[in-house]
């Protein structure tokens, strides 16, 4: 059983459109992040919800639209795609926050 | 805010010699430190974490040492192996989350 997941895997789109990652743990855990790896790997925190709650925004575009329907799932809507926004996006989760966090396999964004 | 470095872009070492990689961070208020290994095109995975109580903790084939008077860490893999070939990172607490630093490709010859 994989712990985080994500979908899709690969997500390739235009600039200007609307697309959704998804993601979901099964651990148990209380926190979930979003992370944007660039590609010289760079690993940055995007957000963070506890128990469905924001509780870190790092001063991403307000494109950027996370929603956590319940602790299990918290995905990533993208408005306006624009070519910066490619990147790999990972999900994480926590037991709580500060804790040892497991990420997902990762989504793939290609915008052109 | 914390800021987490690593030493070398890329350390080449022979299967079976031991790997040292390194990492630097700024914050001395920093208590917890994560060690990740990721493989290309999987997201990062857990190795080893140590606490600032801690100057070393050792896991299979792994150990980390932390300094606090130079604010250092490093992670030493025995044996080195083939399959370790990946890119690792260090990671330190970030407001409720963390910092990664910038990664070192760790490549392993035969």
């Known amino acids: 059983d994989t712990a985080v997941s994500q979908t899709p895997k690969y997500l390739v789109t235009q600039m200007g459109n609307d697309k959704s990652i998804k993601c979901e743990q099964n651990l148990g855990h209380d926190t979930m992040y979003w992370y944007k790896q660039d590609s010289k790997k760079f690993l940055k925190i995007m957000f963070s919800?506890?128990?469905?709650?924001?509780?870190i925004n790092e001063t991403v575009p307000n494109r950027f639209s996370p929603k956590s329907p319940d602790k299990a799932h918290l995905n990533l809507h993208i408005n306006s795609l624009e070519l910066g926004d490619s990147a790999v996006y990972f999900c994480?989760?926590?037991?709580?926050?500060?804790?040892?966090?497991?990420f997902g396999p990762g989504t793939r964004l290609l915008v052109l | 805010g914390e800021s987490v470095g690593l030493h070398l872009p890329t350390l080449s070492v022979q299967e079976g010699d031991n790997s040292i990689i390194n990492c630097a961070y700024s914050?001395?208020?920093?208590?917890?430190f994560i060690w990740y290994k990721q493989e290309s095109g999987k997201g990062p995975q857990f190795i080893i974490d140590i606490r600032s109580n801690m100057d070393k903790r050792q896991g299979q084939r792994v150990t980390v040492l932390l300094n606090k008077t130079v604010k250092h860490l490093s992670l030493q893999i025995a044996a080195t192996q083939p399959g370790d070939s990946a890119v690792y990172f260090c990671?330190?607490?970030?407001?409720?989350?963390?910092?990664f630093g910038s990664g070192t490709r760790l490549q392993v010859q035969p």
């Open positions: 919800y506890n128990n469905k709650e924001l509780i």
């Open positions: 914050n001395s208020a920093s208590d917890y």
């Open positions: 994480a989760s926590s037991r709580q926050s500060l804790e040892t966090q497991y």
């Open positions: 990671a330190g607490p970030y407001k409720r989350a963390l910092t």
